[in-house]
T-cell receptor, first 111, second 119 residues
Framework: SQQGEEDPQALSIQEGENATMNCSYKTSINNLQWYRQNSGRGLVHLILIRSNEREKHSGRLRVTLDTSKKSSSLLITASRAADTASYFCAGMDTGRRALTFGSGTRLQVQP | GAVVSQHPSRVICKSGTSVKIECRSLDFQATTMFWYRQFPKQSLMLMATSNEGSKATYEQGVEKDKFLINHASLTLSTLTVTSAHPEDSSFYIC???????????????FGQGTRLTVV
């Protein structure tokens, strides 16, 4: 499967700052999901945005989706040291129901 | 949300041996399970899709004879890495979908993952 791209690959910020991660994908999707993964651990689902939605909020998270550009962004506001993790976008391919993951962004939040 | 349990969480095996990883859906019937592999500092790559009672569909480049997938029941899928070699060392993670989670716009439910180290 063709993997999506995320940028930046790595991001280091200070606690309290906002973190923005971008994702581009290649196929047609039904929805796009964002996951967090702490080092060596499993995936934690953060938020799902449907293909007919443009923006969605959940707590300190804001996700946008632009299907014309095949891109999405994840904004984490007022970051905390505990937000340090890798973040992946994943698009659900139309018809296949499998997720295609982006390359990921490693976020480091300095206390 | 639905619970998917994966076992073991870590396994170390000798080169040439086979390792079986189990993925169980604890509170729903999983009609479809997906197996992913993740190498260090890389993303997750889909290996195969299995539907209960039928043969798995493997992604291009994944050897079906090396990675045996069995989905014999609606709550259990297994991935067996046969004749494992050091290059098979990776993080393997399963995901399950079922009758209650079968709509497109629901989150995927993942197991905790298995860290395989082949020495």
């Amino acid at each position: 499967s063709q993997q999506g791209e995320e940028d930046p690959q790595a991001l280091s910020i200070q606690e309290g700052e906002n973190a923005t991660m971008n994702c581009s994908y290649k196929t047609s999707i039904n929805n796009l999901q964002w996951y967090r993964q702490n080092s060596g651990r499993g995936l934690v689902h953060l938020i799902l945005i449907r293909s007919n939605e443009r923006e969605k909020h959940s707590g300190r998270l804001r996700v946008t989706l632009d299907t014309s550009k095949k891109s999405s962004s994840l904004l984490i506001t007022a970051s905390r040291a505990a937000d340090t993790a890798s973040y992946f976008c994943a698009g659900m391919d139309t018809g296949r129901r499998a997720l295609t993951f982006g390359s990921g962004t490693r976020l480091q939040v300095q206390p | 949300g639905a619970v998917v349990s994966q076992h073991p969480s870590r396994v170390i095996c000798k080169s040439g041996t086979s390792v079986k990883i189990e993925c169980r859906s604890l509170d729903f019937q999983a009609t479809t399970m997906f197996w992913y592999r993740q190498f260090p500092k890389q993303s997750l790559m889909l290996m195969a899709t299995s539907n209960e009672g039928s043969k798995a569909t493997y992604e291009q480049g994944v050897e079906k004879d090396k990675f045996l997938i069995n989905h014999a029941s609606l709550t259990l899928s297994t991935l067996t890495v046969t004749s494992a070699h050091p290059e098979d060392s990776s993080f393997y993670i399963c995901s399950a979908r079922g009758l209650k989670t079968s709509t497109m716009n629901t989150e995927a439910f993942f197991g905790q993952g298995t860290r395989l180290t082949v020495v």
